[in-house]
């Protein structure tokens, strides 16, 4: 069994500051962690993931998340967050080799930057 | 057109039409499937496709029936529908229903329903 939990539904930050979305991750397996991110009106685009190589991952936009097994973690950070970075978050888990079919997603975390 | 297209984008009906929303990827996928959105809950996976052929459904009401004619295009049928199936209804893509590309999903942008 795989569960993903997204602490805090909203968040607020600054433009400027530190964007941190956290993510915990329960799975019998050794997972696949993925961050997508929905901006209004529009659909899921894939932020960043990690599949088992560097556990500090890189993505677009700025973004970047680390695996941390020890606190099964997965958090999402910005070191300076735009105007253009408000949206949805969502994290998700696949612990099946990668299966799309297998992936569980989180409730989701509404970013607002202030202006 | 390039990505995962859905047709139409907003979408009105009393519960007793019948209506279809329609899915079309362009990336060359074998795996197609429809998820449910709705407000303050988790995305819920309701179909998958691979190759065609279905491979989950997650005990999604009879009133929605999907249908995948090919690799391409998506289709789900509804019908008698409730006022709870109000939501946003997104179609995804990806290579192949397990395995390949670290399971990532393209969206397509939605289909906002609307059941009065």
């Known amino acids: 069994a795989q569960s993903v939990t997204q602490l805090g539904s909203h968040v607020s930050v600054s433009e400027g500051a530190l964007v941190l979305l956290r993510c915990n991750y329960s799975?019998?397996?050794?997972?696949?962690l993925f961050w997508y991110v929905q901006y209004p009106n529009q659909g899921l685009q894939l932020l960043l993931k990690?599949?088992?190589?560097?556990?500090l991952v890189k993505g677009i936009n700025g973004f970047e998340a680390e695996f941390k097994k020890s606190e099964t973690s997965f958090h999402l950070t910005k070191p300076s967050a735009h105007m253009s970075d408000a949206a949805e978050y969502f994290c998700?888990?696949?612990?099946?080799?990668?299966?799309?079919?297998?992936?569980?997603f989180g409730s989701g975390t509404q970013l607002t930057v202030l202006p | 057109e390039t990505g995962v297209t859905q047709t139409p984008r907003h979408l009105v009906m009393g519960m007793t039409n019948k209506k279809s929303l329609k899915c079309e990827q362009h990336?060359?996928?074998?795996?197609m499937y429809w998820y449910k959105q709705s407000a303050k809950k988790p995305l819920e996976l309701m179909f998958v496709?691979?190759?065609?052929?279905?491979?989950e459904n997650n005990s999604v009401p009879s009133r929605f029936s999907p249908e995948c004619p090919n690799s391409s295009h998506l289709f789900l049928h509804l019908h008698t529908l409730q006022p709870e199936d109000s939501a946003l209804y997104l179609c995804?893509?990806?290579?192949?229903?397990?395995?390949?590309?670290?399971?990532?999903?393209?969206f397509g942008e939605g289909s906002r329903l609307t059941v009065l």
């Open positions: 990690y599949t088992s190589a560097a556990t």
């Open positions: 799975s019998s397996v050794p997972p696949y």
């Open positions: 990336l060359g996928h074998n795996a």
């Open positions: 995804a893509s990806s290579q192949a229903a397990s395995g390949g590309a670290g399971g990532e999903l393209f």
């Open positions: 496709y691979n190759f065609k052929e279905q491979t």
């Open positions: 998700a888990v696949s612990a099946t080799s990668g299966s799309a079919r297998q992936l569980t």
